[in-house]
Each structure stands twice: as structure tokens, then as C-alpha cells.
């Protein structure tokens, strides 16, 4: 037979074909390596001298799912239908067929590559590697029969569990539970698996009763199936709102685990094509794909980072240790430096606590972080010990001159190559850097807290921060496992900024006599975490106040502050910190706070303005308005250009639901005439803080979209 192929190479093992799959960089399901793999199927079965076929992967990947951009934007729900009918017609071929065919499972082994895996006829796993059906979390739910066939092989509960979450399993808990038939060390896994296929050949196993399909001990009863079904759709409701694949896997599952399999993997494939065409799909999918491109910028395009080895710590509070601990985890060699002894004492009291959840959850041992503090974190309280680091992460007081004077010593202590990163959240970087011989070297490294457990790293550029650092910046952030999103310096640089507009509108809506609490059970309904009351109080009312003094005085009149929210700041309440915000946190449970309920009531009694009923989807209307112009305004501004990005840092860094794809993505599906519209009714009835960025007014005009 035929031997090598564009993705697929062949070695004949004693009468055992032995397929290595490669398809860089992942091993996915593209069109090329689905025709290669079924033209290698189709000729290792007619050719006499084979007797049994092994299935491996290359690298870190046994293959990793389907090519989701062939997915994404696909809208003809019968034509996709289709194509997934012919698909599951090729696995069948593979779990039906009388040639043994075994999985030698060298790396992760996802959604499609799963289901191929669970149509081979025995199954042999590396230790430690991943196995899942990861397709909900980009809006799908398994389409190749993984809804049916994994059921069968280690039953409902642990079916329902991986498929409605996503997330995948190790080697070691799959064969416990049946997903696989041995695990073995990764330079003995191909050994294993012909062995394996020389047990069919023998007769020892039978291919059929080996397929998937006919295994039906773990189909349960009709009545451990409803009580289990009965269980699953109440938690899915509860956790999955505004999401649709959970759901749609619920079903295909429920109505499913039949005795005539091929009809349940037709009902899968239609279900599978609800999803797919749908746009909550099409956001994850792009939020996917954003995430994996995340800067990549043009203007970095080929310079080499620097490499990163030693890292500086200035500060251990509560975001200093956060960061201590990514650099920990990332295997860098840590200095900390604080201001005296006793505080570096504190500071590394609080690096143990950031590793308190891994300890507890048994991810890793108290031993192990011994070991690693030991051997990876020095402290020191001057900065000349500081010479040799490579980069220098900055989280000392929020003050401009204290931090100047740091910066302004160190660089006379390090080499004229080491990086200087501040993660200031105010103050403006680009002054900070004014003082430095070179301000090139500067960048902001905007961590959010908490920092080990926040995926966003906002990369501040100031005016003259360097190609070269920011590369670097680049590089790091993906080695400390975070997403880097780049902007240009300003105040609140691009995600503060746009947080507190999104959330802006609720004070001018509670002085038009709009109650709080339906703003609050609105802005959660839509989908955020939280509603701007609940967050304002998490932050503390007095930042939040102090920022928007800073945005008037920097940003002009449009950004005065409110004279309602004046008022709720001099009360004195600024939120969890001081027992009391816009709610009195002294009982079991939150309740309005008297106090700024009186100064609100004093506010409305004095304007003369009289209670107002506002629908939900009013309220959101206002809310959602207000911070797509305030995008528009920043993308004017030059802060940042890029809406992919500017969408992962509202989902990664606020919590702005998903499945909405971002808040430009939701003008997108609002129509920017609608936002320009609501935007001008506002400004009417509210004033300048509303009025349209010309750049919304021009793409109301030209019928234009953020997204092409």
C-alpha cells in the first residue's frame, strides 16, 4: 500500500499498518488530512498484507479536534447536515469494519479526534495526557457521534459531565473509567498498540463485540435515565443561560442512547447544525480564534524578543505576590524587592497564599513550593541587587514621583537592554518614562486582580516605548500563560476606561428615577457578572470617583462627574472596604444602603424628578450605547484600533458575556443606525456624555460594521 501521504505516513509493522498523523500544528481535522486519512483507511483495508491499523498522532497532538474555521460563518443548516451525515458515514466505516483498528493515543485527543478515537476498536494512552470533548465551549456540541458513543463507553454521569462542561480528562481517570484500555509510557505506546492489534489478529478480541456501538452495559434504565436527565436540565439552566449548546447536547443525549444508534447520530448531526449556525457559535468561534492570534501585531512582525530569564518583582502586596506566583509557575528565576525587611516577609506570606487553591485541590504539594521558593525567589530591599534581571515588573505605590525616583536609580544599576514594566492602572506611562535617558525601554504591564487567576494582560505602549520592548512584553506575556492585549497609552489606558463608560450610564439613569436595583438585575440579565452598583462597591466607590475626577480633568467637560455621584461620594461609603457602598454589607446578606438611598431620594426630591419605569431592554439599550461610543472614542483617540482585541479584553478582563462575542461584535448585531440613534435620543435627554463619536455617526451613514 501506499506510504506516505501529505499528512499521514505509513510503516508496515508485522502485517499491523502503522498511520502517523501530521498535520501541523495541532494534528486538526482539515479537509486535506480527512482525505488523506480516508484514502490511507480505504487502501490499508483492501490491501491482503494488513491485518490490523494503528492510529497515532505526532508531537503533542493524537489529533485535536476539528478545523473550526471551516465552521465558522457557515449559515445553510441542510448543506452542513449533510457533509456531518457523510462524516459520521466514514467513522462508521472504521467502527464497523472487520479490520481491527486501535488508537495509540499519544497527546491530546480532543472533540473530533475523541470520536475517532472511540470508533477504533481499543484504545492505548501516554500517561498524563488530555481526552475530552471540549466543543461547548466554542458553541458546538460533538458532532461525529461523541454524544452517543461516549456514554456507552464509561456512562451517563461521566458523559454528561464532560460533554456539557468541556473540559477534558487525563489518561489516567479515562482508564478508570473505561475511555481507555491501558496507559503506558510515551516511548513504549506504539509497541503497545501493535501488540494490542496482534490480540485481534489472534482471535483473543473480537472487532465486534469491541465497537463502541454495540457496548450496552452503561445504557442505563428509563428511570435512572430521566432522574439523571431531570438532574442535568435544572443545573444547566441554572449555569448555561444565554449559551445553547449545553442545552442541545443535553438533548441529543437525552433523546439518544437508543438501541439503533444510526438514528441518534442523525438527530446529533441536526443538532450539532442548530448550533453551528447560530451566532452564539459564531462569537465563541471567533473569540477562539482571536485568542490564539492575540499580539500578533504587524508592527512586531519579525523582531526576535529578548530573552527572558530572571525577572524583578518591585512590590509583594496583593498584586505583586499574584504576579510572583506566574513567575514562579513559569519557572523564572524571581527576585522580589520591597522597602524593608518586614515587608518582604509579608510579601512572600502572601506568594504562599496565592498557591493555597493548587494545595487544597491536591494540584500540587506544599513540598513543591517550598521547593520552588527556595530555589527560584530571592528578596532584597536595594535595588543594586537588581543588576543582572531581565525584566522589571513595577507595583509599588500609586504615587508618580515615588515611582519615577525608582525607575531613575535602576536605570543607572541595570543594562541598558533590561525591560522596565509598570502595572500602574492610572497614572500616565508615558510621563513616568519622561524622566528615563531611555523611554524606549518602558512598557505598562497592566495586570487584573487577582493576578495568577485573571487571563488578560493589557500592554500599555507609552509614546516611545520601542518595538523591541514591546516584542518582548509580547513574548513574556504568553510564557507566563496570559493573553496579551495591546494598547496605547491614556487615561484608564483601554479597559478601565471602557468598563467604567459601559457602567457610566446607570448614575445618569438613577437621577432620571430609575430604581438601582432593576439597573442591577438588567445589566446581569444582559450577562455581566455583576450589575455597576455591586462593581462599584467591589472596587471602591472613592477609586472609581478619584478615576472619573482624573477623566474630567484630562478628557474635558464630556466626562464631568455626575452630581449625584459627588454626592454618594461624600457620604463616606465607598463599598466592602468601609461595610458600606451602595449596599450595607453588615448583615448576612447585602441590602441598599440607607444612607445613599437617602442622598439619591434627597437628590430626585430636589431635581423634582419623579420615580421612572424603564424596561430591561431600555436599560441595557442606555448601558450598552454608552460604552460603544466610548470604544468609538478610544479607536478616534488611537488608543486602540483593533476590535478582536478590544472585544478579549472586555470578555477576559470584565467579564462581558461570551456568547455576546464582545461589545463591538454587539454593535455589530445591534446595527450601528440603532446605536447612533439611541446614542442621539440620549445625548437629548442626558446631555454630552451621550453624544455620538463621530466615528459612530459615519458608520451609521455608510452602513459600515467594527467587523468586516
Known amino acids: 500500500m501506499k506510504t506516505d501521504y501529505q499528512t499521514i505516513q505509513v510503516e508496515l509493522r508485522d502485517h499491523v499498518a502503522v498511520f502517523t498523523m501530521n498535520n501541523p500544528p495541532v494534528n486538526q481535522l482539515s479537509a486535506q488530512f480527512r482525505a488523506d486519512l480516508a484514502e490511507a483507511l480505504n487502501e490499508a483495508y483492501g490491501d491482503e498484507g494488513v491485518n490490523a491499523i494503528v492510529l497515532t498522532g505526532s508531537g503533542k497532538n493524537f489529533i485535536a479536534g476539528a478545523d473550526i474555521t471551516e465552521i465558522q460563518g457557515v449559515k445553510n443548516k441542510e448543506e452542513l447536515v449533510a457533509g456531518m451525515l457523510e462524516g459520521m458515514k466514514f467513522m462508521n466505516v472504521i467502527e464497523t469494519g472487520t479490520t481491527p483498528v486501535v488508537a495509540a493515543i499519544n497527546g491530546n485527543c480532543l472533540g473530533g479526534g475523541l470520536e475517532i478515537a472511540m470508533c477504533c476498536h481499543y484504545r492505548v494512552a501516554v500517561k498524563g495526557v488530555n481526552l475530552g470533548q471540549p466543543e461547548v ?9 461523541g454524544t452517543q458513543r461516549l456514554p456507552r463507553l464509561i456512562g451517563l454521569r461521566h458523559a454528561l459531565e464532560m460533554i456539557t462542561i468541556g473540559k477534558p480528562i487525563k489518561s489516567e481517570v479515562a482508564h478508570q473509567r473505561g475511555l481507555v484500555e491501558e496507559i503506558t509510557d510515551s516511548e513504549n505506546l506504539v509497541d503497545a498498540a501493535v501488540k494490542a492489534a496482534g490480540r485481534f489478529v489472534a482471535g483473543e478480541l473480537k472487532v465486534s463485540l469491541r465497537a463502541t456501538r454495540n457496548r450496552h452495559h ?12 431531570d438532574f442535568t436540565k435544572a443545573m444547566t439552566a441554572a449555569q448555561a443561560k444565554g449559551y445553547i449548546a449545553p442545552f442541545k447536547a443535553v438533548e441529543a443525549i437525552d433523546k439518544g442512547l437508543s438501541y439503533d444508534i444510526d438514528v441518534d447520530l442523525k438527530r446529533e448531526a441536526d443538532l450539532f447544525a442548530d448550533c453551528a449556525v447560530s451566532d452564539v457559535a459564531n462569537n465563541l468561534i471567533g473569540i477562539f480564534l482571536n485568542t490564539r492570534a492575540a499580539g500578533k501585531l504587524p508592527r512586531i512582525e519579525g523582531i526576535e524578543p529578548a530573552e527572558i530569564k530572571k525577572v524583578a518583582m518591585l512590590g509583594g502586596g496583593v498584586m505583586g505576590s499574584g504576579i510572583l506566583n506566574l513567575l514562579l509557575k513559569g519557572g523564572f528565576e524571581t527576585m522580589l524587592w520591597d522597602i524593608n525587611d518586614d515587608a518582604l516577609e509579608k510579601g512572600v506570606g502572601l506568594v504562599r497564599k496565592t498557591f493555597d487553591y493548587p494545595i487544597k485541590k491536591k494540584k500540587m504539594k506544599a513540598a513543591d513550593l517550598e521547593a520552588m521558593i527556595e530555589n527560584q525567589l530571592t528578596t532584597t530591599s536595594s535595588l543594586e541587587d537588581l543588576k543582572d534581571v531581565d525584566l522589571i515588573i513595577e507595583a509599588v505605590l500609586e504615587d508618580m514621583k515615588v515611582k519615577q ?29 519622561s524622566i528615563l535617558n531611555d523611554p524606549g525601554r518602558m512598557i505598562g504591564l497592566h495586570f487584573f ?65 430609575v430604581d438601582g436595583e432593576h439597573i442591577e438585575a438588567a445589566m446581569v440579565d444582559f450577562g455581566m457578572p455583576m450589575g455597576p452598583a455591586t462593581l462599584a462597591d467591589l472596587t471602591g466607590i472613592d477609586i472609581g470617583y478619584h478615576v472619573g475626577k482624573t477623566f474630567e480633568k484630562r478628557l474635558g467637560k464630556r466626562y464631568a462627574v455626575h452630581p449625584l455621584t459627588e454626592a454618594i461620594y461624600q457620604t463616606g461609603c465607598y463599598g466592602r472596604k468601609t461595610g458600606a457602598g451602595y449596599f450595607d454589607y453588615s448583615g448576612n446578606q447585602p441590602v441598599p444602603n440607607p444612607k445613599v438611598v437617602e442622598v439619591v431620594q434627597k437628590y430626585l426630591r430636589n431635581n423634582k424628578v419623579t420615580p421612572k419605569e424603564m424596561s430591561k431592554e431600555e436599560i441595557i439599550d442606555a448601558m450598552l450605547a454608552l460604552g460603544i461610543n466610548e470604544a468609538a472614542l478610544m479607536m478616534e483617540e488611537g488608543i486602540c484600533d483593533r476590535p478582536q482585541d478590544m472585544d478579549l479584553a472586555m470578555i477576559y478582563g470584565t467579564g462581558f458575556p461570551p456568547y455576546r ?23 437629548k435627554h442626558y446631555g454630552e456624555r451621550f453624544k455620538p463619536a463621530d466615528l459612530i455617526k459615519e458608520m451609521a451613514e455608510e452602513g459600515r460594521t467594527f467587523y468586516i
Not at 452503561?218 to 436527565?229: D, G, L
Not at 486582580?449 to 518582548?472: G, W
Not at 454587539?666 to 442621539?680: I, M, P, S
Request: with cysteine; charged share 20%; aromatic share 8%.
Open 137 to 145: 465551549q466554542i458553541g458546538l456540541i460533538p458532532g461525529a457521534g
Open 218 to 229: 452503561w445504557i442505563p434504565s428509563a428511570a435512572e435515565k430521566t432522574a439523571m436527565m
Open 405 to 433: 525616583d525608582i525607575w531613575k536609580k535602576l536605570e543607572n544599576v541595570c543594562r541598558s537592554d533590561v525591560v522596565f514594566a509598570t502595572n500602574t492602572s492610572a497614572l500616565p506611562i508615558t510621563e513616568m518614562a
Open 449 to 513: 486582580n487577582p493576578a495568577h487567576r485573571m487571563m488578560l494582560l493589557e500592554i500599555i505602549c507609552a509614546a516611545k516605548t520601542s518595538d523591541e520592548t514591546l516584542a518582548t512584553s509580547v513574548s513574556f506575556a504568553r510564557a507566563i500563560k496570559k493573553i496579551p492585549i495591546v494598547v496605547n497609552d491614556g487615561p484608564g489606558f483601554y479597559v478601565t476606561r471602557q468598563l467604567i463608560a459601559l457602567m457610566g450610564a446607570a448614575v445618569y439613569l438613577t437621577a432620571d428615577g
Open 661 to 683: 462575542g464582545g461589545i463591538l461584535r454587539y454593535a455589530d448585531k445591534w446595527g450601528l443606525k440603532n446605536v447612533y440613534d439611541t446614542l442621539v435620543g440620549l445625548e
